[in-house]
Each structure stands twice: as C-alpha cells, then as structure tokens.
C-alpha cells in the first residue's frame, strides 16, 4: 500500500513537498517513481529513483525545480517541488516498481498511491 500526503494549494513561485508512505512491500528492493494526472490529459511521469537512490530520472518539464529522494528506514519517497508552475497542477501518484531498473514507463510499476491534489495559482 503507498499513502501519498502533502496535497496543497499554492502560489505559483512557491514550493510544496510531496511524501508518499509504503507499507506490505519491501521498499529498499523498489524502485520509486512520481507521476501526475493534469485535468482531460493523460497520466505522465515526473521523476523516479532507485532502490538505494543513487539513480534518479526526472522528466524535462521538471528537471532542476523538482528532487525526488527516498528514506529506505522510512519506508518512504519524496518529491520536493520547487518553483512551481500552473503548469504544474495536477493529481501526483505515487508508484512502486519490484524491479532494479529506474523506468518513465507506468505500466512497468506494480503498486500505486491513491494520489494527492496540487494546485498551483498563477
């Protein structure tokens, strides 16, 4: 089960953290990943990260505003979001992957979060 938290509305401009809590898997043997779901578009990756953190992937409409890390004792991944856009709005999921590889691809992971709502006002 992933628990995703940190929904909120803010300027754009602002920052927000996203936290999303794992729990009946082993997570230290899970890839990580944070995608997004804008209204009337299709779901699209945001970021991943491995199972140690050493390797991360970020999509281009983010790269340098966002960093996801990961908390193996916490069982738990973040995404730190910075200079938020309007662009940026949108429902965040987070997802496990029971594999090694980092991946953009969301059909390649196995569990996901409920999600959580981030409005960005221009």
């Known amino acids: 089960q992933l628990q995703a938290s940190g929904r909120g509305l803010v300027q754009a401009g602002g920052s927000l953290r996203l936290s999303c809590a794992a729990s009946?898997?082993?997570?230290?043997?899970?890839?990580m990943g944070w995608f997004r779901q804008a209204p009337g578009k299709e779901r699209e990756f945001v970021a991943t990260i491995s199972w140690a953190g050493f390797n991360t992937d970020y999509a281009d409409s983010v790269k340098g505003r966002f960093t996801i890390s990961r908390d193996n004792a916490k069982n738990s991944v973040y995404l730190q979001m910075n200079s938020l856009k309007p662009e940026d709005t949108a429902v965040y999921y987070c997802?496990?992957?029971?594999?090694?590889?980092?991946?953009?691809?969301?059909?390649?992971?196995?569990?996901w979060g409920q999600g959580t709502l981030v409005t960005v006002s221009s």
């Open positions: 009946g898997l082993t997570f230290n043997k899970n890839v």
């Open positions: 997802a496990a992957r029971g594999r090694a590889s980092i991946i953009r691809l969301g059909s390649e992971y196995d569990y």
